[in-house]
């Protein structure tokens, strides 16, 4: 079965670090781009981040560039979203997807993990 | 940045009626690389429509997209009570971004 799995949200202070994990079974993992994509609770999805498939090429959406940093370990089938300095609007659940294709870019997302929770609070 | 604007952001409708989506992009969409995706509540997204027209795996065939450069749509040809649902589009150039959303109600 295909499958996407995060891990690592919590509980952190404004300021603070957070490093979240996404383990992919079932495909062959370094054959795809892929993306970190947050949500508010009842609000729309906010693409974070994306990679390509051998970690070449990354890229930032304007809310989180120069404190987040997304990489890859194909080797482990885990995708990794280092987050510093956090601050409250980094609340959200943190879901990572799967591009249908070796590039975060040019391609749908076609596999999601349910998510995991950041609550940045003071 | 293309920023994705979807319309409306309600709609209400039954059953068995004809529902139609709208996404219009601030720029023209590359190559038309742009998804309509259907997410419940407690769910993920799902991705329905990728290539602005092309179904993906698994989807029924009441689910179309059509449109190109900065007008898109998606229509559900008879709804179904599992439709019922949030409908976001999304571009997939080279910074992705997601429209704000519908919400598909019951009337």
């Known amino acids: 079965e295909v499958q996407l799995v995060e891990s690592g949200g919590g509980v952190v202070r404004p300021g603070g670090s957070l490093r979240l994990s996404c383990a992919a079974s079932?495909?062959?993992?370094?054959?795809?781009?892929m993306s970190w994509v947050r949500q508010v609770p009842g609000k729309g999805l906010e693409w974070v981040s994306g990679i390509n498939w051998n970690g070449d090429n990354t890229g930032y959406a304007d809310s989180v560039k120069g404190r987040f940093t997304i990489s890859r370990d194909n080797a482990k089938n885990s995708l990794y979203l280092q987050m510093n300095s956090l601050r409250a609007e980094d609340t959200a659940l943190y879901h990572c997807?799967?591009?249908?294709?070796?590039?975060?870019?040019?391609?749908?997302?076609?596999?999601w993990g349910q998510g995991t929770t950041v609550t940045v609070s003071s | 940045e293309i920023v994705l604007t979807q319309s409306p952001d309600t709609l209400s409708l039954s059953p068995g009626e004809r529902a139609t989506l709208s996404c219009r992009a601030s720029q023209s969409v590359s190559s038309s690389y742009l998804a309509w995706y259907q997410q419940k509540p407690g769910q993920a997204p799902r991705l329905l429509i990728y290539?602005?027209?092309s179904r993906a795996t698994g989807i029924p065939d009441r689910f179309s997209g059509s449109g190109s450069g900065t007008d898109f749509t998606l229509t559900i040809s008879r709804l179904e009570p599992e439709d019922f649902a949030v409908y976001y589009c999304q571009q997939y150039g080279s910074s992705p971004g997601f429209g704000q959303g519908t919400r598909l109600e019951v009337k």
């Open positions: 079932g495909f062959t993992f370094d054959d795809y781009g």
């Open positions: 997807a799967r591009a249908d294709g070796p590039y975060y870019y040019y391609y749908g997302m076609d596999v």
């Open positions: 290539g602005a027209s």
